[in-house]
Nanobody
Framework: QVQLVESGGGLVQTGGSLRLSCTAS????????MGWYRQPPGKERDLVAR???????NYADSVKGRFTISRDNAKDTVTLQMNSLKPEDTAVYYC??????????WGQGTQVTVSS
């Protein structure tokens, strides 16, 4: 079992910045990748950014150059720095942990709202 606890999020104006953090506990040794997904109202949940234990990261095209994901393997914490936020970034953001075997865990979600 892996537990994911998220922090950060909130309300920000267009062009502003926010930082999301997620810390894993439990069977941390089984985690291969950690990342963030988001789900806007009425839409599907999609990948925002993900990073492996080895440091390989990938981003959604819509956030490249604006968002940066980082990971502290010793603490099993992943951070998403979001800059130049746009109204279309408004969504519930979910932390995700991908395992070394088939399976994944999700955080409870945190709301990010960008006002125009």
């Amino acid at each position: 079992q892996v537990q994911l606890v998220e922090s950060g999020g909130g309300l920000v104006q267009t062009g502003g910045s926010l930082r999301l953090s997620c810390t894993a506990s439990g069977s941390r040794f089984s985690i291969f990748s950690m990342g963030w997904y988001r789900q806007p109202p009425g839409k599907e949940r999609d990948l925002v950014a993900r990073i492996t234990r080895g440091g390989t990261s990938n981003y959604a095209d819509s956030v490249k150059g604006r968002f940066t994901i980082s990971r502290d393997n010793a603490k099993d914490t992943v951070t998403l720095q979001m800059n130049s936020l746009k109204p279309e970034d408004t969504a519930v953001y979910y932390c995700n942990a991908g395992l070394t075997y088939p399976g994944q865990y999700w955080g409870q979600g945190t709301q990010v709202t960008v006002s125009s």
